[in-house]
């Protein structure tokens, strides 16, 4: 019995113990190391706000070293336990072309996000329309970028799809027009109605002097013309722009006595029931 108790001394002196401090001293290199490279990180994100580098450049590189250096830090800490490194690297080396089709995905979003930081069709604060999203871009990682909707949802759209897909920008131009929709009867003076709405809506808030607001005649249907409000604004300002001139048309048409054509009051029941 004693002799058992020996052989167990001596293989946890042999074996155990040195497994165990390979264990701690890998877990505080990789505490260690997290520290660093999250230091060094805010200390690179800090050089290229210096340099006035756009946001989205900088996110991506930021992205590109964080992830090079985990992976460095992943094979000292293999290393430190004992693993071949050479042998690892090796390996790696040689299921290459296995790893690079089963990827395949992942190298395609990789390129296409080094196309869209290079060409730039939208930057980090635009509002889009692309990949079947719209919204706010956040974020232009390495394979994905992360667009905030109107509705508080986020979406991750992969930037392959992304790059392979129309991209509207609506915020790229200074100003942006929105239109309102107004159809008439026959009988109406359009001509002054043309004028009095053009003048009601020049005074709606968010409405721009320049280019100044337009109506003309956008439709002519069986029941009357169709009238079409334009106007400009800030692209930031949209939605809140559009339901305010919708608005105020509303309370022009019927302070002047307005009749909704009959087939449109039809339509709109429809939508309603």
């Known amino acids: ?128 329309s692309a990949g079947g999203a719209t919204g706010i871009v956040q974020e232009i990682g390495l394979f994905a970028t992360t667009i905030d909707t109107g509705d508080n949802l986020r979406i991750s759209v992969g930037n392959n799809r992304m790059f392979g897909d129309n991209i509207v920008n609506f915020t790229h131009h200074a100003h942006r027009k929105v239109t309102v929709k107004v159809p008439l009867l026959h009988g109406v003076d359009v001509p002054t109605m043309m004028r009095a709405l053009q003048e009601r809506v020049a005074v709606v808030p968010g409405v721009q002097e320049q280019p100044a607001p337009g109506v003309e005649v956008v439709e002519f249907t069986p029941l009357g013309p169709v009238l079409g409000v334009g106007a400009f604004c800030k692209p930031t300002q949209a939605g809140p722009t559009q339901a305010a001139i919708a608005q105020a048309v509303a309370e022009l048409l019927m302070a002047s006595g307005y009749a909704v054509p009959q087939q449109t009051a039809q339509q709109l029941l429809a939508k309603a029931g």
């Open 1 to 128: 019995m004693e002799a058992i108790i020996n052989q167990l001394k001596s293989l946890a002196l042999t074996e155990a113990l040195p497994f165990i401090l390979k264990a701690v001293g890998a877990l505080v290199l990789w505490f260690v190391g997290r520290t660093i490279i999250t230091g060094f990180r805010r200390v690179l994100n800090l050089g290229l706000q210096k340099r006035q580098l756009d946001a989205t450049l900088i996110r991506y590189i930021e992205s590109l070293f964080a992830g090079s250096l985990t992976i460095l830090l992943l094979l000292a800490i293999l290393g430190m336990m004992g693993v071949e490194t050479t042998s690892f690297a090796a390996l790696l080396a040689a299921a290459g072309i296995a790893i690079g089709t089963a990827w395949s995905g992942l190298l395609a979003n990789f390129a296409a996000g080094v196309f869209l930081l290079v060409l730039r069709p939208f930057r980090v604060g635009d509002e889009i």
